[in-house]
């Protein structure tokens, strides 16, 4: 167990709809890192967020949005949903803000768009 | 535009064997190489990673070795058991600022057989 908390593990729902993913990261940890891992593109990078301020953004659709919360708790919204957005969503949490500390992940919310 | 190139894409050993997967970069920003360990249904978990100032790390029975000239680093599992059949991914970061994220390879699925 990574310590790390994603809620909930598995989520269907129609194109067109918007969805809220969650994830808690381990105690203490500051920054929280989101990523999207699919057959076709692989585990790509996300998001970054320390202690509650958006510090960098990868292959992010402006569909999606994120924000971490005052208790480091942080949630990616996905909206207008497509069919392709279908794959497995993980969060990962670090002590710090550099992205050459070991990041822990969680086990992911699995996301099918019918 | 792939950034970290893995291979091969699967890989079958059997016990007792070495299990290599290779990756190459090109990105030369880039400072840090970690390995990750993914078993169905669970996230990613950080296995040993290395930094460009040195050429090999070991860890138990995983070693990196680093040809930074080349822009390249693979992994070598000695022994290889069947408990290490499971996706393994390389990856790259920078501590520079921008996309802080990491970088993954597509991954190597790797089977030990008894």
């Known amino acids: 167990d990574s310590g790390v908390t994603q809620t909930p593990k598995h989520l269907i729902t129609a194109t067109g709809q918007r969805v809220t993913l969650r994830c808690s990261p381990r105690s203490g940890d500051l920054s929280v890192y989101w990523y999207q891992q699919s057959l076709d593109q692989g585990l790509q990078f996300l998001i970054h967020?320390?202690?509650?301020?958006?510090?960098a953004k990868g292959n992010i659709l402006e569909r999606f949005s994120a924000q971490q919360f005052p208790d480091l708790h942080s949630e990616l919204n996905l909206s207008s949903l497509e069919l392709g957005d279908s794959a497995l969503y993980f969060c990962a949490s670090s002590p710090q803000a550099g992205p050459n500390t070991e990041a822990f992940f969680g086990q992911g919310t699995r996301l099918t768009v019918v | 535009q792939q950034q970290v190139k893995q291979s091969p894409q699967s890989l079958i050993v059997q016990k007792g064997g070495i299990s290599i997967i290779n990756c190459a970069y090109e990105?030369?920003?880039?400072?840090?190489f970690p390995w990750y360990q993914q078993f169905p249904g669970k996230g990613p978990a950080l296995l040993i990673a290395?930094?460009?100032?040195?050429s090999e790390k070991k860890e138990g029975r995983f070693t990196i070795s680093f040809n930074k000239s080349a822009k390249q680093f693979s992994l070598h599992i000695m022994d290889s058991q069947p408990g290490d059949s499971a996706t393994y991914f390389c990856?790259?970061?920078?501590?520079?600022?921008?996309?802080?994220?990491?970088?993954f390879g597509k991954g190597t699925h790797l089977i030990i057989q008894p």
């Open positions: 990105n030369t920003a880039f400072d840090y």
């Open positions: 967020y320390y202690n509650g301020e958006e510090r």
């Open positions: 990856a790259a970061t920078h501590s520079g600022g921008g996309a802080d994220g990491l970088t």
């Open positions: 290395i930094r460009p100032d040195v």
